[in-house]
């Protein structure tokens, strides 16, 4: 089946140029030049990948980037035109899995697309993999991960999670009492094509706690080890 990908860009230079690259790899590709068109077409075709730059006519690219990551798990690569970190910080406090400065190479554009089609393939692959099988979950306490569901539940009620959210939980869950540290949470939960800070990783435990910490200030499960990294406790 050939991956959709849709691309908000309101620049009709650079929209020509990135759907150019990608038709060119196999994709289809479908445009969006607002960001109220692009919650549209989101939600008509499912695309597999979100190309979104942040500054957007109606709606921008943050506010279109909170509201699809509430409806659906599909991946977000965000571009910004400026490198400050409160714009890549943003990005992904509202939900993007991934953000690339303008101006950009298209070799390195490609590769980002790539990274995270080849992320969804392998999670489906499994998701379809594990349906046949038994349920599969781990249980800490009230806490249990459902990995053939990909939820996680407190006391049997679900809990929202962005995709980068479970895999990071699942990924520190099952080194149950190991110390991790960033750069190896990095590689292992968003690749080593990744070349996000480690910043990324701090955001992301923030959020889980605040949604699997009976007291978030003071956690007990998601415990930090200083100048070392993290250690789940369950």
């Not at 910080?89 to 590769?111: H, N, Q």
């Not at 699942?170 to 094509?193: D, K, N, P, T």
């Not at 701090?202 to 007291?215: A, S």
Request: proline share 4%; glycine share 6%.
């Amino acid at each position: 089946m050939t991956e959709k990908v849709l691309v908000v860009e309101d620049e009709p230079s650079l929209q020509e140029t990135l759907a150019y690259n990608l038709s060119r790899q196999g994709y289809k590709v479908e445009i969006a030049a607002d960001g109220q068109t692009a919650l549209n077409m989101a939600r008509e075709i499912h695309p597999d990948l979100i190309v979104l730059d942040i500054m957007l006519p109606i709606l921008d690219g943050y506010e279109v980037c909170r509201i699809l990551r509430q409806e659906m798990n599909v991946p977000i690569l965000m571009l910004t035109a400026r490198d400050d970190e409160i714009d890549r910080v943003i990005g992904l406090e509202m939900g993007a899995d991934d953000y690339i400065t303008k101006p950009f190479s298209m070799r390195e554009f490609l590769a980002r697309v790539k990274a995270h089609l080849r992320r969804v393939r392998l999670i489906r692959e499994e998701v379809d993999s594990e349906t046949a099988l038994v349920r599969e979950t781990i249980r800490f306490g009230n806490l249990t991960l459902d990995l053939t569901r990909r939820e996680v539940l407190i006391d049997g009620k679900p809990i929202a999670m962005k995709p980068k959210e479970f895999d990071l939980l699942l990924y520190i869950a099952r080194h149950r009492g190991q110390v991790l540290s960033r750069q190896l949470i990095l590689e292992r939960v968003w690749g080593w094509e990744f070349i996000g800070g480690s910043r990324t990783v701090d955001v992301h435990i923030r959020w889980l706690r605040e949604k699997i910490e009976p007291d978030p200030q003071n956690p007990t499960r998601i415990i930090t080890v200083r100048s070392a990294g993290y250690r789940f406790e369950g």
